[in-house]
């Protein structure tokens, strides 16, 4: 009799645990998010500019621009996590095959916090996304009064941007005064006076380094060599990684502004 009452018990046991969930990612925030989760394994299909584990195995065939059906059944997830811009008839047609779909929120400075928590609700994993939720409060330093210009790819990261909450938790304030992403323009890059300024770009060095080429034209240029980057030779640039996407590496990005605006 008990040993009959215990296979029960096992079997309610085995057939009450949810099945492993299969994701896919069509967002490169996400995805270093979901790695920071500890959901590594659990991405089977991401987009080709997703950082992942080396030698992971999942296929690279998600692109929220031009989505492939086809290849995201083929991969068998069961939740696909899209970013907040992507076509709705793509989370539509996804929600229709019946795999499950998560939207990321809309950019905002606090989005990369939102998404984490989105995330760590989606997958089940609670004490991981409390505890990365967590590690974002402790980055918070004393404000400086220095201004950050922070450009990547011809635009300039502004106040309702996602990087403006690293640059405030590094004491700083970002140097466009309004916006999201303002497209670059001398004029009111001169406005905001940038004390730093950080280039991001595909070729640059790996860790932070001085900018010669570009603190050259600052100091050549009649209206940006009155800033105070430009004279200060505080004019920077780097490779960005996954640390600088809205997602769970903005602590890391903290750290590297917080650094450059002491020298």
């Not at 590594?40 to 929220?64: I, M, N």
């Not at 929600?95 to 499950?100: E, F, M, P, V, W």
Request: aromatic share 6%.
């Amino acid at each position: 009799m008990r040993i009959a009452f215990f296979c029960i018990h096992l079997f309610a046991l085995v057939h009450a645990v949810e099945p492993v969930q299969r994701i896919a990612s069509f967002s490169p925030a996400a995805t270093r998010i979901l790695v920071d989760l500890g959901c590594a394994e659990q991405v089977v299909s991401a987009t080709r500019w997703c950082e992942l584990p080396h030698g992971h195995p999942a296929t690279r065939t998600c692109d929220a621009f031009e989505p492939d059906l086809e290849a995201l059944l083929k991969s068998g997830a069961t939740i696909a996590v899209l970013p907040h811009l992507a076509n709705p008839l793509l989370a539509n047609r996804v929600r229709s095959a019946g795999i499950r779909t998560v939207i990321l929120s809309e950019e905002s400075p606090e989005s990369p916090a939102e998404d984490i928590r989105i995330l760590g609700e989606a997958t089940g994993r609670l004490s991981e996304c409390k505890k990365l939720l967590a590690e974002r409060g402790t980055f918070k330093n004393k404000p400086c009064g220095k201004r950050v210009l922070i450009v990547w790819d011809g635009v300039c990261a502004g106040p309702l941007s996602y990087l403006s909450w690293t640059i405030r938790a590094a004491g700083a304030e970002p140097a466009p005064l309004q916006g999201a992403w303002p497209t670059w323009d001398i004029e009111d890059v001169v406005r905001s006076k940038p004390d730093a300024v950080i280039f991001l770009q595909t070729e640059g060095p790996a860790k932070p380094g001085l900018d010669k080429m570009n603190l050259e034209k600052w100091r050549n240029s009649p209206g940006l060599k009155s800033t105070p980057a430009a004279q200060t030779g505080t004019i920077f640039h780097l490779k960005p990684n996954s640390d600088w996407l809205p997602a769970s590496g903005q602590p890391e990005v903290v750290k590297i502004i917080a650094g450059l605006i002491e020298k």
